[in-house]
């Protein structure tokens, strides 16, 4: 019950605008309701690789993954590499925005607690390449 008095009180004080338009966001994560629609959701994909497919695919693996199965049971990609993420994730990578590193993850862990997917054991990032560092 404290938390959520708590809860309220922050939102109350501390305004939160959307990173992609800079309209007032009315949620806890800093996109605004326009926003969230506009992300492309990654819902027809392979089970194993998370690589997209189209929607009136039969099973639910690649080629790819049929042909030659690749060392991990299950990669989770919630969303497409499409606008507006594609933005959010330079910005994050080349600009150092935390703020988006933060909604990313948010993102992330809505998607795992929805439960279409058990929860990871191990989550990974692509780090920068020496030269791409340079």
């Known amino acids: 019950m404290v938390y959520g008095w708590s809860s309220r009180l922050h939102s109350l004080i501390y ?3 959307c990173v992609l338009c800079g309209q007032r966001s009315h949620s806890r994560k800093e996109l605004c309701a326009a926003c969230i629609r ?3 959701w990654n819902r027809n994909c392979c089970s194993i690789c ?26 989770v990609s919630p969303l ?14 080349f600009n150092g925005d935390l703020a988006i590193g933060r909604l990313l993850g948010e993102l992330l862990a809505d998607h795992l607690a929805a439960g ?12 920068l390449h020496n030269a791409r560092l340079r």
Not at 80 to 93: G, M
Not at 116 to 127: E, Q
Request: with cysteine; aromatic share 8%.
């Open 38 to 40: 506009d992300l492309s």
């Open 15 to 17: 305004t939160s605008f």
């Open 50 to 75: 998370a690589a997209p497919m189209p929607p009136e695919s039969g099973p639910r693996r690649c080629g790819h993954c049929l042909k030659s199965p690749p060392p991990w049971d299950i990669a």
């Open 116 to 127: 279409r997917v058990l929860k990871p054991d191990l989550l990974i990032t692509v780090p």
């Open 80 to 93: 497409l590499y499409a606008w507006p993420l594609d933005q959010l994730l330079q910005r994050f990578k």
